[in-house]
Structure formats: structure tokens, C-alpha cells
């Protein structure tokens, strides 16, 4: 398993709802996790993997204390609250590294590897890699809230990927 880098189509695609939780999808998400880890990232969506269904994992323990790997299906964002100025990346835009500003607390709805339904409130880091992953399940990049003459530089650098 390799991680899509920006260029691939299949990162501007919106994934799909994950209807069935079998064995196939706790060995996906461990799949993921491990290929995270691998690569030094605090998030993963599948689709970075190629696969166009609504799973990702965090794990922001590199950055904030008291967390550790998680899965998330079907996440939904239900509400957000204030707002934070963060530096992101993204293991598909290597060499890239922005300030984004997003809400700095959000409600969100997602299922579990198992399939049983949650509903939790996140704020700082977890607030923000959520984002980001729930972004690309529906085929956004965080680049994609940079001023246009930024977005340029970066499109330029990716122009032949
Ligand atoms: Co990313």
C-alpha cells in the first residue's frame, strides 16, 4: 500500500457510505493505521490509500497527550464552534505545510469499526485532523483554502505529479 499523491484523481473523489463492518474492514483500518505510523502522519482517509469508501484513522499522540489510534466510519461533522489558526500538511502534498484556519470545536457523528454508533464533541488537534480527513472523504485538500496566489505555487510544484 502506497499513499495517492496529489494529481491522483482518486483524492477528488467523494467517497462512498461503508454499509457492511467485517473482519475486511478491521484489517483495512489496521492497514491504515499501520501505513500512517509508517509515514510519520496524525491522520489518514482511504481514499490516500485509493479507496473511495468514508473510513480514516488518527492518532495525534505525536502532537497533543492522551490520545492514541482511532478509527472513524461514516464520520459526519454536526456542528463546529470558534475558530483556530493551525499549521497542516497532508502525507498526499508532501513538502507542504500551511496555516489553515478552521472552526476549533466540532460535533461529530461517526460509527465505529464495529458499527456502533457515536456521537463526541473534539476541540484543538483532534478538532483539526477530523477536519481535514472528513475533507477528504468528500475529494477536498486543505490547500484548497489557501489564497489563490498560494494555491499557484503549490499547483506548480504538483503540475507534473
Ligand atoms: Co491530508
Known amino acids: 500500500m502506497k499513499i495517492r499523491v496529489m494529481g491522483d484523481n482518486v483524492l477528488r473523489q467523494k467517497a462512498t457510505e461503508i454499509q457492511t463492518f467485517d473482519e475486511k474492514l478491521k484489517n483495512l483500518s489496521k492497514e491504515m493505521i499501520d501505513l500512517m505510523h509508517n509515514s510519520e502522519g496524525i491522520g489518514l482517509a482511504a481514499p490516500q490509500e485509493g479507496l473511495t469508501i468514508r473510513m480514516l484513522v488518527t492518532d495525534i499522540s505525536p502532537v497533543e497527550k492522551g490520545y492514541s489510534e482511532m ?66 472523504l468528500e475529494g477536498v485538500l486543505f490547500v484548497d483554502y489557501l489564497s489563490p496566489v498560494k494555491q499557484k505555487l503549490v499547483m506548480n510544484q504538483y503540475s507534473n505529479a
Not at 461533522?77 to 483556530?84: D, K, M, P, R
Not at 456502533?116 to 485532523?129: D, I, L, Q
Request: glycine residues 8%; hydrophobic residues 35%; charged residues 30%.
Open 71 to 136: 478509527a472513524f466510519v461514516n464520520p459526519v461533522i454536526l456542528e463546529t464552534w470558534g475558530e483556530s489558526i493551525l499549521e497542516e500538511g497532508c502525507l498526499s502534498i508532501p513538502g507542504i505545510r500551511e496555516e489553515v484556519e478552521r472552526p476549533e470545536e466540532i460535533l461529530i457523528k461517526y460509527q465505529t469499526i464495529d458499527g456502533e454508533e457515536k456521537t463526541e464533541k473534539f476541540s484543538g488537534w483532534m478538532a483539526r485532523v477530523l477536519q481535514h480527513e472528513v475533507d477528504h
